[in-house]
């Protein structure tokens, strides 16, 4: 009922710069929080950043200083600006939103299909 629909994912040089969008859409009463994760071979998924509706940003440290999240709550879309890119961030990024259903009004995680990034020369 809830689509969580990702895209820009690529390929890019080291240094270069990509960014991601990712936008819900269905039965959204409200969205409590977006987030990006990510998942690299072998490694196990984690968050990194995520921005809770009224709240503060948050990073990973690995990426603190060189990607930016932000969202249009007007378009339920969340972004993630990746610059200065690295071959460590080359992974599978998944956008999460944590989303108040019109039905239940119950807080429900949602994840889109990932989108791969790959960081080569």
């Known amino acids: 009922q809830v689509q969580l629909v990702e895209s820009g994912g690529g390929l890019v040089q080291p240094g270069g710069s990509l960014k991601l969008s990712c936008a819900a859409s269905?039965?959204?009463?409200?969205?409590?929080?977006m987030g990006w994760y990510r998942q690299a071979p072998g490694k196990e998924r984690e968050l990194v950043a995520s921005?809770?509706?009224?709240?503060?940003?948050n990073y990973a440290d690995s990426v603190k200083g060189r990607f930016t999240i932000s969202r249009d709550n007007a378009k339920n879309t969340a972004y993630l600006q990746m610059n200065s890119l690295k071959p460590e961030d080359t992974a599978v990024y998944y956008c999460?939103?944590?989303?108040?259903?019109?039905?239940?009004?119950?807080?429900?995680?949602?994840w889109g299909q990932g989108t791969q990034v790959t960081v080569s020369s």
């Open positions: 999460n939103a944590k989303i108040l259903e019109m039905r239940t009004r119950s807080r429900y995680s949602y």
């Open positions: 269905g039965t959204i009463f409200a969205i409590n929080a």
């Open positions: 921005m809770p509706t009224g709240g503060s940003t």
